[in-house]
């Protein structure tokens, strides 16, 4: 069994700042990188970041490239996403994703396993 669980969203005011992170525990072995998702109500899910474990080079959508970072603590089994300069158009569901590669995840073309999501909310 598989579960990734994420933790630290919450609402803040634009401008602010928030950290993400995803603990991934069961047999995680097969999947190679693991990354983070986003989806507002009526919209697609969209790919935001993604980093390998072997390696660590980050892979981050061009939305979001100057104002979050992706990291890991290969240790903990946990990636975490800092986003700074949040705007109101970041707010949706986060969703942390576990797959084959950061390039396939980014892509959306080898995603396994899905987490439950946190909420981010940015007030103008």
């Known amino acids: 069994q598989v579960q990734l669980v994420e933790s630290g969203g919450g609402l803040v005011q634009a401008g602010g700042s928030l950290r993400l992170s995803c603990a991934a525990s069961?047999?995680?072995?097969?999947?190679?990188?693991m990354g983070w998702f986003r989806q507002a109500p009526g919209k697609e899910r969209e790919s935001v970041a993604a980093?390998?474990?072997?390696?660590?080079?980050?892979y981050l959508a061009n939305s979001v490239k100057d104002r979050f970072t992706i990291s890991r603590d290969n240790a903990k089994n946990t990636i975490y996403l800092q986003m700074s300069s949040l705007k109101p158009e970041d707010t949706a569901v986060y969703y942390c994703?576990?797959?084959?590669?950061?390039?396939?995840?980014?892509?959306?073309?080898?995603?396994?396993?899905w987490g439950q999501g946190t909420q981010v909310t940015v007030s103008s």
């Open positions: 994703a576990l797959g084959g590669g950061a390039t396939t995840i980014m892509a959306r073309t080898r995603v396994n396993y």
């Open positions: 069961g047999r995680t072995a097969s999947s190679s990188a």
């Open positions: 980093i390998n474990w072997i390696g660590g080079n980050p």
